[in-house]
């Protein structure tokens, strides 16, 4: 998790000069505001609890959108199109690049501003590199409260792109409202590795790069995501996932990707399920933090960091099983002195 600058450092213990900043739209006060709640410090995380919770009122009006996709599937390019249409729509766009963490740095690597070159001149959008810190599904921890913080600062769309597609890129579907894949045809096996998880969560697929030779392979892509969807149990009572095709070179088809996340987004508002949704999500989160609170607690404390190499080598001598070892270890929760 990156570490603050001087300046954040030095001007951390007032939140209302960051609160105000956001509120007031100030992108730089939102990129000092996403740096504090990005900081590992302990005393940089108590003001940006504090920060988010005067934010949170000012929240949940935004679209929340998940993109992930195969690699080569066009992403960067995807969300600068569609990011720019959005734009023109008289909407304001933050895009919150999840990206592979460097080994050594902990930093971001891809450069997506580098990826998003329309987008990241446009006056209306706010583009965001955030380190993935090695966290499931490549999605950074701080990542639903920097969300928060785009919103207080009044961008009605949030994009949420992460590294690519796995298992775990259900991660990323619990904290949006709409969940969209972005694939690519004409490159052999058409389900091109997506596990079946993945499909589950989909709110909808496009099928990006339907230009020139490509436009036949991708409707035939199209076709057959159809079948496989009608394979599986849909997520939403109300809302079956549609499968489009679009062109973000040729600006193709990204109309009619809008109109679909706004009839999704009516449909949901109207039966309460985005409520029910967004209020699951929040509850998700919380003990989420919380397992990994104990985690850390439990991993941070001197006698299991020094019975835990010992326990190590007797599981592998075989002089002991793992049942045995871990509740061993777990008794130190009875009485932890």
Same mark, same amino acid.
């Given at each position: 998790?990156?570490?603050?600058?001087?300046?954040?450092?030095?001007?951390?213990?007032?939140?209302?000069?960051?609160?105000?900043?956001?509120?007031?739209?100030?992108?730089?006060?939102?990129?000092?505001?996403?740096?504090?709640?990005?900081?590992?410090?302990?005393?940089?995380?108590?003001?940006?609890?504090?920060?988010?919770?005067?934010? @949170?009122?000012?929240?949940?009006?935004? #679209? %929340?959108?998940?993109?992930?996709?195969?690699?080569? =599937? &066009?992403?960067?390019?995807? /969300?600068?199109?569609?990011?720019?249409?959005?734009?023109?729509?008289?909407?304001?766009?933050?895009?919150?690049?999840?990206?592979?963490?460097?080994?050594?740095?902990?930093?971001?690597?891809?450069?997506?501003?580098?990826?998003?070159?329309?987008?990241?001149?446009?006056?209306?959008?706010?583009?965001?590199?955030?380190?993935?810190?090695?966290? @499931?599904?490549?999605?950074?921890?701080? #990542? %639903?409260?920097?969300?928060?913080?785009?919103?207080? =600062? &009044?961008?009605?769309?949030? /994009?949420?792109?992460?590294?690519?597609?796995?298992?775990?890129?259900?991660?990323?579907?619990?904290?949006?409202?709409?969940?969209?894949?972005?694939?690519?045809?004409?490159?052999?096996?058409?389900?091109?590795?997506?596990?079946?998880?993945?499909?589950?969560?989909?709110?909808?697929?496009?099928?990006?790069?339907?230009?020139?030779?490509?436009? @036949?392979?991708?409707?035939?892509?199209?076709?057959?995501?159809?079948?496989?969807?009608?394979?599986?149990?849909?997520?939403?009572?109300?809302?079956?996932?549609?499968?489009?095709?679009?062109?973000?070179?040729?600006?193709?088809?990204?109309?009619?990707?809008?109109?679909?996340?706004?009839?999704?987004?009516?449909?949901?508002?109207?039966?309460?399920?985005?409520?029910?949704?967004?209020?699951?999500?929040?509850?998700?989160?919380?003990?989420?933090?919380?397992?990994?609170?104990?985690?850390?607690?439990?991993?941070?404390?001197?006698?299991?960091?020094?019975?835990?190499?010992?326990?190590?080598?007797?599981?592998?001598?075989?002089?002991?099983?793992?049942?045995?070892?871990?509740?061993?270890?777990?008794?130190?929760?009875?009485?932890?002195?």
């Amino acid at each position: 998790m990156r570490q603050a600058s001087p300046e954040i450092d030095r001007m951390h213990k007032n939140p209302d000069f960051y609160i105000k900043g956001v509120l007031d739209g100030n992108r730089l006060m939102l990129a000092r505001t996403i740096t504090l709640i990005e900081s590992s410090l302990p005393a940089h995380q108590d003001t940006a609890n504090r920060i988010v919770e005067q934010l @949170l009122p000012h929240t949940g009006k935004a #679209t %929340r959108l998940g993109i992930t996709g195969v690699p080569g =599937a &066009g992403k960067s390019t995807f /969300i600068d199109s569609f990011g720019t249409l959005l734009t023109r729509k008289d909407h304001k766009v933050a895009v919150l690049a999840i990206d592979p963490s460097s080994v050594r740095s902990g930093g971001s690597v891809l450069g997506d501003k580098t990826r998003m070159l329309n987008l990241s001149v446009n006056e209306h959008a706010f583009i965001r590199p955030s380190p993935s810190g090695g966290t @499931l599904g490549g999605v950074a921890r701080k #990542t %639903r409260e920097t969300m928060l913080a785009c919103e207080a =600062a &009044g961008f009605d769309v949030i /994009i949420v792109e992460t590294v690519g597609v796995g298992q775990s890129e259900t991660a990323v579907a619990s904290m949006v409202d709409f969940f969209l894949i972005l694939m690519i045809g004409g490159a052999g096996d058409e389900l091109q590795g997506i596990k079946k998880g993945i499909l589950e969560v989909a709110d909808g697929i496009v099928i990006n790069k339907a230009d020139g030779d490509n436009v @036949l392979r991708a409707e035939r892509a199209r076709r057959e995501y159809e079948t496989a969807l009608h394979l599986l149990s849909a997520s939403n009572r109300n809302w079956y996932p549609p499968v489009l095709t679009c062109s973000a070179l040729e600006l193709s088809g990204l109309d009619e990707i809008w109109e679909m996340i706004g009839k999704f987004r009516k449909i949901m508002q109207e039966s309460g399920d985005l409520t029910e949704k967004r209020q699951k999500q929040a509850l998700d989160w919380m003990r989420f933090l919380l397992d990994e609170g104990l985690r850390n607690w439990f991993y941070g404390k001197s006698e299991i960091s020094r019975k835990l190499p010992e326990m190590i080598e007797k599981i592998e001598n075989q002089d002991i099983s793992p049942t045995a070892a871990a509740l061993q270890l777990l008794d130190y929760l009875k009485d932890p002195r």
